[in-house]
Nanobody
């Protein structure tokens, strides 16, 4: 059974930091590209950050310079370090795993809520 379990969300003041974690089980972790998405109330889900199986990263323009994505293949965990948080970062953050050989095989976590107060 595949599980992606996010943690680390919460309430933080603007300018603060949070570190999200996503622990994966049931998959060969290093065979998956890992992504963080977020969905704000009333908005569509948007891609925030990607780290591929080789460790290359990509960040949405809205978070560049503030967020960092990393992965620990030994721990089957992907992280999203979020600094200088803004109220517009408020959303539910979801972890996503996409198989390197086919993007039709993917999995989602249940999400973790991040609220940034002004």
């Amino acid at each position: 059974q595949v599980r992606l379990v996010e943690s680390g969300g919460g309430l933080v003041q603007a300018g603060g930091s949070l570190r999200l974690s996503c622990a994966a089980s049931g998959i060969r972790f290093n065979a998956y590209h890992m992504k963080w998405y977020r969905q704000a109330p009333g908005e569509q889900r948007e891609l925030v950050a990607t780290i591929n199986s080789g460790g290359s990263t990509n960040l949405a323009d809205s978070v560049k310079g503030r967020f960092t994505i990393s992965r620990d293949n030994a721990q089957n965990t992907v992280y999203l370090q979020m600094n200088s948080l803004k109220p517009e970062d408020t959303a539910v953050y979801y972890c996503n795993a996409v198989w390197i050989l086919s993007n039709s095989r993917y999995y989602w976590g249940q999400g973790t809520r991040v609220t940034v107060s002004s």
